[in-house]
C-alpha cells in the first residue's frame, strides 16, 4: 500500500475553511484515497473518499491533483467540533487493510 | 444493531491474565478490522477479516495476541498474559463486501488497563 505524508498539525480559524494536505506520491492507478478523523476519545469517523475525479459531501470536499500524488482536505466552514486529528489514507486494491499514519492534528480556534 | 459494538467499554487486568475482548460488527459487513491506539499514538492495524477468507494477521504484535470471528459475525480478540505495554484502546471496524470504495465503520473502542 501507498504511503501517504501528511503534516502533524494546522490551526484555522472558526468560520474560515480548513485545507488539509496529504502527500501520496506512490499512489497507484487503483488505489483510492480515504479520509478520516478521529475527535478525542472517539472512533474514527470516515469524511470521504475518491480515486482520481475531485469528490464533495456534506461533510467536505475532496481536491485531488491530475497526477494523483496528492490530495486536499476542505472543511468549507470550520467550526469548533472539527478540531480532531484527519487522517489520509491510500487503500490498496487488492486489500481491504485501512492503515493509518500519524494524521494531521487540526485545532479550530474561536 | 445501527453500529459497530464493542465490549466491554473499559477493562481493568491483573498483568499475566488473559482477556477478551467481543465486537460485533453491522449485520450483513462481511470485513472486519482490529486496532490499538495507545495512548497519544495513532492507530495500529492488528488483524483483519474478510468473509470467508484466511484473516490478514499481519499487524499482530505477538503470539500472545489472537482474534477469532464466528460465523462470519461477531469477533473476539484475545490477549494472554496480558503485560502493562497491552493497556491501549483496542478498536473494531466493520465494512460491507469488502469492495474497495466502501467505507469502514468503528466502534468507540474498550480501553484496557493492564496493572
Known amino acids: 500500500d501507498a504511503k501517504t505524508t501528511q503534516p502533524p498539525s494546522m490551526d484555522c480559524a472558526e468560520g474560515r475553511a480548513a485545507n488539509l494536505p496529504c502527500n501520496h506520491s506512490?499512489?497507484?492507478?487503483?488505489?483510492?484515497v480515504y479520509w478520516y478523523r478521529q475527535i478525542h476519545s472517539q472512533g474514527p469517523q470516515y469524511i470521504i473518499h475518491?480515486?482520481?475525479n475531485n469528490e464533495t459531501n456534506e461533510m467536505a470536499s475532496l481536491i485531488i491533483t491530475e497526477d494523483r500524488k496528492s490530495s486536499t482536505l476542505i472543511l468549507p466552514h470550520a467550526t469548533l467540533r472539527d478540531t480532531a486529528v484527519y487522517y489520509c489514507?491510500?487503500?490498496?486494491?487488492?486489500?481491504?487493510?485501512?492503515?493509518f499514519g500519524t494524521g494531521t492534528r487540526l485545532q479550530v480556534f474561536p | 444493531g445501527a453500529g459497530v459494538s464493542q465490549s466491554p467499554s473499559n477493562k481493568v487486568t491483573e498483568k499475566g491474565k488473559d482477556v477478551e475482548l467481543r465486537c460485533d460488527p453491522i449485520?450483513?459487513?462481511?470485513?472486519l478490522y482490529w486496532y490499538r491506539q495507545s495512548l497519544g499514538q495513532g492507530l495500529e492495524f492488528l488483524i483483519y477479516?474478510?468473509?470467508?477468507?484466511?484473516?490478514?494477521k499481519s499487524g499482530l504484535p505477538s503470539d500472545r495476541f489472537s482474534a477469532e470471528r464466528t460465523g462470519g459475525s461477531v469477533s473476539t480478540l484475545t490477549i494472554q498474559r496480558t503485560q502493562q505495554e497491552d493497556s491501549a484502546v483496542y478498536l473494531c471496524?466493520?465494512?460491507?463486501?469488502?469492495?474497495?470504495?466502501?467505507?469502514?465503520?468503528f466502534g468507540q473502542g474498550t480501553r484496557l488497563t493492564v496493572v
Open positions: 471496524a466493520s465494512s460491507p463486501a469488502g469492495q474497495v470504495g466502501t467505507e469502514a465503520f
Open positions: 506512490t499512489i497507484s492507478g487503483n488505489e483510492y
Open positions: 475518491g480515486l482520481k
Open positions: 489514507i491510500v487503500r490498496g486494491y487488492n486489500t481491504d487493510k485501512l492503515i
Open positions: 449485520s450483513g459487513h462481511t470485513a
Open positions: 477479516f474478510q468473509g470467508n477468507s484466511a484473516p490478514d
